[in-house]
């Protein structure tokens, strides 16, 4: 929770933080609260006045709690960054569809040969055979 006035709370169960943690996070102004602190807190609007924002991933229930005149829902720019792509991550997205649509091909080819040669395949065949496909095609990728 970040607050209009710059206080950011951190709810977290206090086993998963490491020393180093805690004190990149006391550096940084985040205080840490105990994940169960986190139904109290929003009852007692411990954020103080004005609206919260929230993503429309948040439970119903936060919403409830903190009263539909208090909040404001807004996409996650967490979300939002994630969704644009470095000019890295855009090349091997390319290259993986490229690679799986080979191996989409060539089982769609295995799969047309065995029809017609009369043989029956079941769905546990024909998923374990395109596995196979797929990791052939990442093997010779990797060559």
Not at 35 to 53: H, P
Request: aromatic share 12%; with cysteine; hydrophobic share 35%.
């Amino acid at each position: 929770m970040i607050s209009v006035d710059g206080k950011t709370t951190l709810f977290i169960e206090g086993g998963k933080v490491t020393p180093e943690v805690s004190d990149y996070l006391k550096e940084g102004g985040v205080s840490c609260k105990e994940y169960s602190e986190v139904w109290t807190y929003l009852r007692q609007k411990g954020w103080g006045e004005g609206k919260v924002i929230i993503s429309p991933e948040t439970p119903y229930a936060v919403s409830l709690i903190i009263g539909s005149h208090r909040y404001a829902v807004l996409p996650s720019y967490i979300e939002e960054s994630k969704a644009v792509k470095n000019p890295v991550e855009l090349h091997g997205m390319r290259t993986a569809y490229i690679r799986d649509g080979i191996a989409m091909v060539r089982w769609l080819a295995w799969l047309d040969q065995k029809f017609a040669s009369g043989y029956e395949i079941s769905e546990w065949e024909g998923s374990d055979r395109l596995n196979a496909f797929r990791e052939n095609e990442l093997k010779e990728g990797d060559e």
